[in-house]
């Protein structure tokens, strides 16, 4: 349970980290937070030749709400940090509510959003809070930056677009919605697990309170988050009332591949796939006051 | 390739220079290089807390730092919140309470329970277990180590000029 010899580099501003990294392609690896990438070096399910540290770019730690409401949180945000920062709390309450909901706080004031992202466990809350918020990630290697859509990042278990040399600098999330309303929660068998499914909404309202826009998101049920498209398309243009909400929920269910693992078998991932989606929009239709029976 | 690195840090507020290797970690640099053996090494992959540190003044695991990221840090371990004689106010609860049988996973919960108190100072019981999720006990069980930290704030409440600092008097 000792991680295996590699080299360490901590560079301090980022070309430099993509300078190494360029270099260095093929043996090394990247460390943020390292609340995945250690226990797996403890493990030795990792045998990086170099571990190059973000750790020391101060540039990627930062937090931008920009007057348009958009906000960019640098990659090396560490989880605690965004849970603690009032204006983020006033302006992305659901993105604020949820992280508490990672692991534990010594974890939390360690492990990065741009680390949980990429280490892309489809247990996680960040790669889900992004597709729920159609957020999008910014890349950067040596030769320049793009830019991916959540909903395009993840690639399967742990797996993401990100190429080799490339580096997770940053997370764009647009401005919330006006009179958004949201719900969140997930089950785990202690607190502080990693969720065996949870799920996480976002509703737009028009003038007569039906559904404008609905983005329901679901994780820990397959290999990946996946935005239930079906459920949300089932909601728009009516009220968030005890109908509509059943219909959506079990649309979630009918369209969420679920896995069976050591946790959980799929036919109680499904089962959790249904109960939680109604449950957070039922959180959602509180938040305007409405109370919808189960 | 794999060379020492030279490592500047504070450890419980005094200054510490070494070399270490790269792929040693905070936890067992601190008891195997350093001789500090109140930070305990449980199940070295960020599950149980016990080797639970503070960086910075920020509860960490220290099985999931390497030693020389601390470079330049502040490392508080148990060590460094326990008076040079007798108990600290939130130890003597702990005795006080029964909320230790084996003692394994204690130095971990003083650090954590430490800095939600630093954070918190009037917690609830349900904040508390909250706060200490992450610390796995596995023969006292929670409500003891809840008790005493519940005990600890209120008494610290009760005499705010002491609030935090440790002190012999509740041997």
Redesign the interface.
């Known amino acids: 349970?000792?991680?295996?010899?590699?080299?360490?580099l901590?560079p301090s501003t980022l070309p430099e980290a993509l300078a190494l990294l360029a270099s260095h392609a093929d043996t090394a690896k990247i460390i943020a937070g390292?609340?995945s990438l250690?226990?797996a070096?403890?493990?030795r399910l990792a045998g990086p030749a170099l571990?190059i540290?973000l750790?020391r770019i101060t540039e990627l730690q930062q937090i931008r709400i920009e007057s348009d409401g958009a906000m960019t949180v640098g990659a090396m945000t560490r989880h605690?940090t965004f849970e603690t920062d009032a204006a983020v709390a006033r302006h992305w309450p659901l993105l604020s509510h949820a992280v508490r909901s990672i692991?534990?706080?010594?974890?939390r004031?360690?492990g990065t959003i741009g680390g949980s992202i990429c280490h892309a466990d489809p247990s996680a809350e960040w790669p889900a809070l992004c597709l729920a918020c159609d957020a999008a990630m910014v890349l950067h290697s040596v030769r320049g930056e793009r830019v991916v859509a959540a909903r395009d990042f993840a690639t399967g278990l742990f797996g993401t677009v990100l190429e080799p040399g490339e580096i997770l600098t940053g997370i764009r999330f647009p401005a919330p919605p006006a009179r958004a309303s949201w719900g969140f929660e997930e089950i785990a068998r202690?607190?502080?697990d990693f969720a065996i499914v949870g799920a996480a909404c976002l509703i737009m309202r028009d003038d007569a309170g039906r559904c404008s826009d609905a983005r329901l998101v679901v994780f820990g049920a397959g290999d990946r988050p996946v935005l239930a498209a079906s459920a949300s398309a089932a909601l728009l243009g009516r009220g968030l009332d005890a109908p509509a909400i059943a219909a959506a929920a079990a649309a979630a269910r009918g369209e969420i591949p679920c896995r069976s693992d050591q946790q959980a078998s799929a036919q109680y991932r499904s089962s959790l796939v249904e109960t939680l989606s109604a449950r957070v929009l039922r959180q959602a239709a509180a938040m305007n006051g409405e109370h919808p029976d189960e | 390739m794999n060379e020492r690195l030279d490592l500047t840090f504070t450890l419980n507020g005094e200054l510490q220079q070494a070399e270490v290797e790269p792929r040693w970690t905070l936890a067992d640099f601190l008891r195997e290089k350093l001789h500090k053996t109140g930070t305990h090494v449980g199940c070295e992959h960020g599950v149980c807390g016990a080797c639970t540190v503070l960086l910075d003044g920020r509860s960490v695991r220290a099985c999931l730092l390497l030693a020389i990221q601390v470079q330049g840090c502040d490392v508080t371990t148990v060590e460094g919140l326990s008076p040079e004689q007798g108990l600290s106010d939130l130890q003597a609860e702990f005795r006080r309470c029964h909320a230790l049988q084996c003692g394994f996973c204690t130095p971990g919960l003083i650090v954590t329970a430490h800095a939600l108190l630093q954070e918190c100072p009037s917690p609830s019981r349900e904040e508390i277990r909250d706060a200490i999720s992450g610390n796995l006990c596995r023969c006292t069980g929670y409500v003891p180590i809840v008790d005493a930290i519940e005990a600890t704030a209120r008494a610290r409440l009760m005499r705010p000029a002491k609030s935090g600092k440790p002190s012999n008097d509740d041997q």
């Open positions: 349970m000792k991680p295996p010899r590699f080299d360490y901590a390292g609340q250690m226990p070096l403890n493990f571990l540290d750790n605690r692991a534990h706080v010594q974890i004031n360690r202690r607190r502080g």
